[in-house]
């Protein structure tokens, strides 16, 4: 066993998804993530929240494309991404679960005892997303 992992974090996400302009519309628009890439042949876009890179990947036949059951299925359960603080999450949450084709889950509450933030929400294309806000993380970034 190596004394210390071949890997240095995650280059991309992949996924696939049945609308990739809704989808893409969703990061962009109304998450403000920005296109860092695309190709048109698959077609797929590449979008970035200057920290992340998320792809995102068009089914081939969208009418024939089976949604995920997190319980049933191997795969993505859900994509988690941080949020900088607690206003940012409220914030959030109300444009989220305003944007067309958006399913939430449920809304901010905490993430088992806490004192974790979170919320889920299914975007156009399906895809679960958790957004969250940890309250210690916010600490240990103020200390620096």
Same mark, same amino acid.
């Given at each position: 066993?190596?004394?210390?992992?071949?890997?240095?974090?995650?280059?991309?996400?992949?996924?696939s998804v049945r609308d990739l302009e809704s989808t893409r519309g969703f990061f962009c628009d109304c998450l403000g993530?920005?296109?860092?890439?695309?190709?048109?042949?698959?077609?797929?876009?590449?979008?970035?929240?200057?920290?992340d890179v998320v792809t995102l990947w068009q089914v081939e036949t969208p009418s024939k494309a089976i949604p995920f059951?997190?319980?049933?299925?191997?795969?993505?359960?859900?994509?988690?991404?941080?949020?900088?603080?607690?206003?940012?999450?409220?914030?959030?949450?109300?444009? =989220?679960?305003?944007?067309? !084709?958006?399913?939430? &889950? %449920?809304?901010?509450? @905490?993430?088992?005892?806490?004192? $974790?933030?979170?919320?889920? =929400?299914?975007?156009?294309? !399906?895809?679960?997303? &958790? %957004?969250?806000?940890? @309250?210690?993380?916010?600490?240990? $970034?103020?200390?620096?």
């Amino acid at each position: 066993m190596a004394d210390n992992p071949s890997t240095c974090g995650v280059d991309h996400i992949g996924l696939s998804v049945r609308d990739l302009e809704s989808t893409r519309g969703f990061f962009c628009d109304c998450l403000g993530w920005r296109i860092v890439g695309e190709r048109a042949d698959y077609p797929a876009v590449f979008v970035s929240d200057g920290h992340d890179v998320v792809t995102l990947w068009q089914v081939e036949t969208p009418s024939k494309a089976i949604p995920f059951d997190r319980r049933a299925n191997v795969g993505l359960h859900h994509l988690a991404l941080a949020v900088v603080d607690r206003i940012g999450l409220e914030t959030l949450y109300e444009r =989220v679960s305003n944007w067309p !084709g958006v399913v939430v &889950e %449920f809304g901010p509450e @905490p993430s088992g005892a806490g004192p $974790r933030i979170h919320f889920i =929400v299914r975007e156009p294309s !399906g895809l679960r997303i &958790e %957004f969250a806000f940890d @309250p210690r993380l916010e600490d240990a $970034r103020k200390a620096r």
